[in-house]
């Protein structure tokens, strides 16, 4: 199986806009999903979207995709680009949160079963993500409420933390610990039963049942 990659079309860059935080949380979420500016040595190049053929797909709950590109800083100099220097960034934005932890943690385990591929669980700038390596490509995935966060490329060792941490700012990441090994994140079809708050029978303690309870079919003895 191979993911899909953004091909660096030599777009113009926007204005840089780095990896800092507003004052007093975390960034917020891009108006289009991803980052249209400079991470750091990281140079924006392009935006594709919304794309609605998603990898991580959930019944029920439709999901389209945005895309950016980034270059090195280097090889916007030498005017030359090679794997290595070029990372895409996937949100996937669903029309609702449910289910999307378990879909994720379902298509990771899939990959996982595949010889092509080595997924491990991680933790990055402190959020827990899974790491995807194979088939000459690197990608760091987890998810966040109602999106799904997938950042690397063809050509590289390893996903730069920066760029990661950057996007785990804005999204931040909801896969639980033992993803891969552990019970699957419930559905949203797993709701508890709904329990009888009503006392068990007792004979020796019967009470009236207020529910059925008619007034014109209880007579009151006379003294």
């Known amino acids: ?52 053929d998603v990898e991580v797909w959930i019944e029920g709950n439709r999901g389209e995709a945005f895309t950016a590109s980034y270059i090195t800083g280097a090889a916007e100099q030498r005017g030359h680009i090679e794997d290595k220097d070029l990372v895409n960034v996937f949100v996937t934005q669903y029309a609702k ?12 385990r899939r990959l996982a079963q595949e010889q092509n591929y080595q997924v491990e669980e991680t933790k990055i700038a402190g959020e827990r993500a899974l790491t995807i390596n194979g088939s000459s490509e690197s990608w760091v995935l987890w998810p966040s409420h109602q999106y799904v966060v997938k950042i690397g490329g063809r ?8 760029m990661v941490e950057s996007y785990a700012e804005r999204f931040p ?3 639980p610990g033992g993803a891969l090994e552990g019970p699957l994140p419930p559905s949203p079809d797993d709701t508890p039963a709904k329990q009888d708050a009503k006392d068990p029978y007792d004979p020796k303690n019967p009470k009236p049942d207020l529910d059925r309870y008619d007034p014109k079919k209880v007579k009151i003895p006379e003294r």
């Open 97 to 108: 949160p449910e289910g999307v932890v378990r879909a994720t943690v379902k298509f990771a």
């Open 155 to 162: 050509g590289l060792t390893k996903v730069p933390d920066a």
């Open 1 to 52: 199986m191979q993911f899909a990659a953004v091909i660096f079309l030599g777009a113009l860059a926007l204005g840089g806009v780095g990896s800092l935080t507003g004052c007093g949380g975390r960034a917020p979420v891009p108006k289009r999903l991803v980052v249209e500016g400079d991470l750091g040595s990281w140079k924006f190049r392009r935006f594709q979207g919304p794309l609605v």
């Open 173 to 175: 990441s909801q896969l």
